[in-house]
């Protein structure tokens, strides 16, 4: 997946970088590496990745230079076989180990600062011990980015975490060795009244820890959301054949596939996947080709007909040569679409980050204001530094490191009740302005599967002997169209009568003897071959199941034509009330289909859909998202297939089916565990309420400590009333989150 293509003039290198914390980093870094001549960078905070274009001369360790002025790190990506990434550790489990002790130890600091029986004899010394590794070894990824932007002039959440933890952990060391909260029998009585005070006698490390766990949580399920980006990527590769059976000096070999190389003839037998793109030479079969093109009816295919690797052979034993191997073959490409489409994707920039930007120096700028006003107008030192510390502390972003992954966990918890996983916070910022849904057909407003729809008998026949004895005889093939017959004829008679003399005709059906009779299933050619031509009336039936884009077969026996079997993909149940409740919300549905135009147009009119695009492969999905983007459109994308990933990535929101692929499922930002397309519409639902409830806390958090700040610059702030105040703030977030646990009821 490395990318550092090389044209005269032009070139793209891909970096991958550490360091970032939020959002606004990522937008730092591109600042920094487009005022570089000739150069446009896109950086993705979800998978900590920069890709660079530019024109000229560019040195890639000019670009790694760039970044690293910026604080942050950057490399050229390693093989995908080197041992750093064939080992790979799980990077969020130093995050968690964090997170966890600084947990257990903040929990009995809270508990003892705001329980008075708790308070017992030097209470305050042991609140220490426990807060002072929180606040240090704890936030210390906090303090690290804080000193990197202070370093580049810049400022966001983690400068106020930092600066809010160190000005409470400060203050709350000054009182307890120089002021006389240190003396033993000290307690935190509960005074709400508004007064001057020099503040000597009061001690902050709940507030200081408690802001740091709390931060960790959120940052801890932001980092476990992120770590899945690049999982589509790992699981489209591994869709691939691991081995191959190769003929080489007329001998066959089992090697893995990677030995391959172009003009190597391999063997696939039926139920197998085609190891690498290549053309057949010898046989005929059936290729299930879904997964690249979304068609649902397995594609015939025989000798010079061309063929894709990781495709499955659902029919007869063939020869393949190979035409295409590695990073040529059209499933890597694949993998490089959805790579770009990751990448280029635009991020949404965490609102509490853009807030802090502006929201931090400001409170630094007061605090110091602050101070020096009181030493000027000849206050105490202990006064002035109690008012100039206050604001710090009233500042500290207690609720603000609430807001978000309160309301994301209970509204992702609901969400999972409902079947539907929720990615992370940056999901919902898409949800909100979505105004056009692109619907892959197969397996999403279909069910993916064939299923027999009618069985239409000659005059004199029943449509129960027909479908029983062409049942029986298609029970032996592996054919899906095959299996559909056989499904339905189980179910409706149970045990079906055995076969003789079974033979598979290549690419126009099968024969056998089933009760003494002589036997035939398949395209109306084999019928006539077989001097058993179709009626006009079954020839018409047939002529109709093909215009409506549905799929039919004849079943002949004794010489002559007994009926007609139509099969299709069937449209689910829920699907048209799904559509409906898309219109409800403001979408407009667009049925997007690998499919023939026929079947597309008839599914479309059955579940309401005015608007197909049809016949179109992986490389041309994303080409329709792009397009409908760039007029201005809004795209949520939903689909369940391989052939759906890259353009799920691309989409604004991608929602995949929790019934598809793995790769569609990693290349989106919610899967829709139930399968059923009524939960993409609760899915927006869900999402635009969850991204409401975030703005909302992010707002009383901010309005709280705008309301505040003026009491503690007059020095009015009596510890216990910022106490209490701080805690009313958080109760309010909290309980605004849980809010959406009665979502859907």
């Known amino acids: 997946m490395t990318t550092a293509t090389q044209h005269p003039g032009t070139g793209q290198v891909e970096l991958v970088i550490g360091g970032m914390t939020c959002a606004s980093c990522a937008n730092r870094i591109e600042r920094k590496l487009n005022k570089l001549d000739g150069v446009t960078a896109t950086v993705n905070y979800a998978t900590e990745k920069a890709r660079v274009d530019f024109t000229g001369d560019i040195d890639p360790a000019e670009l790694i230079a760039t970044v690293e002025q910026a604080g942050y790190t950057a490399q050229l990506p390693k093989p995908p076989d080197t041992p750093t990434e064939t080992q790979e550790a799980d990077p969020t489990a130093s995050l968690r180990t964090r997170l966890l002790i600084s947990l257990a130890l903040t929990i009995p600091v809270i508990a003892m600062a705001m329980i008075p029986a708790l308070q017992f004899r030097n209470w305050q010394w042991l609140s220490l011990t426990l807060a002072a590794p929180v606040v240090v070894w704890g936030a210390w990824p906090f303090h690290k980015a804080a000193w990197t932007n202070l370093k580049h002039a810049t400022a966001t959440m983690d400068t106020l975490v930092s600066v809010g933890t160190l000005a409470a952990f400060g203050w709350s060391l000054y009182a307890l060795f120089f002021g006389t909260a240190g003396e033993p029998g000290m307690k935190h009585p509960f005074e709400f009244t508004i007064a001057r005070m020099d503040g000597t006698g009061s001690i902050y490390l709940e507030a200081a820890a408690g802001v740091t766990t709390f931060i960790l949580a959120g940052r801890y399920f932001e980092a476990r959301s992120k770590r899945r980006a690049g999982a589509a990527l790992k699981a489209l590769l591994e869709l691939g054949a691991k081995e191959v059976s190769v003929r080489r000096d007329g001998t066959e070999l089992r ?139 009233i500042a500290c972003p207690c609720a603000l490191g609430l807001a978000t992954p309160t309301a994301l966990m209970v509204g992702t ?55 029983r004895i062409a049942g029986a005889l298609e029970h032996n093939s592996e054919h899906p169209i095959a299996a559909a017959i056989a499904k339905e004829a189980q179910q409706r008679f149970g045990a079906l009568p055995e076969v003789d003399d079974f033979a598979n005709v290549e690419g126009l059906g099968v024969q056998g003897v089933v009760d ?106 994303v080409d329709v998202v792009k397009r409908l983007q760039a007029e201005g459109k809004v795209v949520a994308m939903v689909g369940d297939g391989v052939n759906d990933a890259a353009a799920l990535a691309q989409a604004d929101l991608g929602m995949s089916m929790g019934t598809g692929t793995d790769v569609a499922i990693e290349a989106s930002d919610i899967t829709l565990v139930r399968g059923d397309l009524r939960a993409a519409a609760e899915a927006i639902r869900l999402s635009r309420r969850t991204l409401a409830t975030i703005k ?33 703030s958080s109760v309010f977030v909290v309980s605004n989150s849980l809010r959406l646990r009665r979502f859907g009821r």
């Open 516 to 621: 003494g009779r002589a036997v035939v299933v398949g395209r109306s050619r084999l019928l006539a071959d077989w001097s058993a031509p179709l009626s006009e009336e079954l020839s018409d039936a047939l002529d109709d199941a093909e215009a409506a884009g549905q799929t039919a077969v004849a079943v002949a026996w004794d010489g002559k034509a007994r009926g007609v079997l139509v099969v299709a993909d069937a449209v689910k149940p829920t699907s048209v009330e799904a559509i409906a409740q898309f219109k409800v919300l403001g979408l407009t549905p667009i049925l997007l289909t690998g499919d023939n135009a026929r079947a597309a147009n008839t599914i479309a009119a059955e579940v309401g859909i005015t608007e197909v695009i049809a016949e179109v492969l992986p490389a041309d999905k």
């Open 255 to 393: 090697i893995p596939v990677d030995q391959l190389s172009i003009g190597d003839e391999f063997v696939v037998r039926p139920g197998e996947k085609i190891a690498t793109d290549g053309v057949i030479v010898e046989g005929s079969s059936a290729v299930d080709a879904s997964m690249l093109t979304g068609e649902s009816v397995p594609v015939e295919v025989t000798v010079d007909d061309a063929v894709t690797g990781a495709t499955v052979n659902v029919g007869g034993r063939i020869i393949v040569r190979a035409t295409r191997i590695g990073a040529d073959t059209q499933l890597a490409q694949m993998a490089k679409m959805v790579e770009d489409a990751q990448t280029g994707k635009a991020q949404a920039q965490r609102l509490a980050d853009r807030i802090s930007g502006i929201f931090v120096p400001i409170v630094i700028a007061l605090a110091v204001g602050t101070l020096g006003f009181w030493l000027g107008t000849g206050g105490s030192v202990a006064a002035a530094f109690t008012a100039g510390v206050a604001v710090l502390i």
């Open 413 to 467: 918890g609901r969400g999972a009740q409902l079947g539907i996983l929720i990615k992370g916070p940056e999901v919902l910022e898409s949800t909100r302005k979505v105004d056009t849904i692109v619907l892959d057909k197969t397996g999403t407003v279909t069910t993916g599967k064939m299923t027999l729809l009618e069985v239409i008998p000659a005059d004199d026949e029943s449509t129960d002997d027909v479908l």
């Open 696 to 728: 909302g806390n992010l707002f009383w958090a901010f309005a709280y400590n705008v309301a505040a700040i003026p009491l503690a610059m007059a020095g009015l702030l009596n510890p216990m009333l910022a106490g209490a105040a701080m805690a009313f």
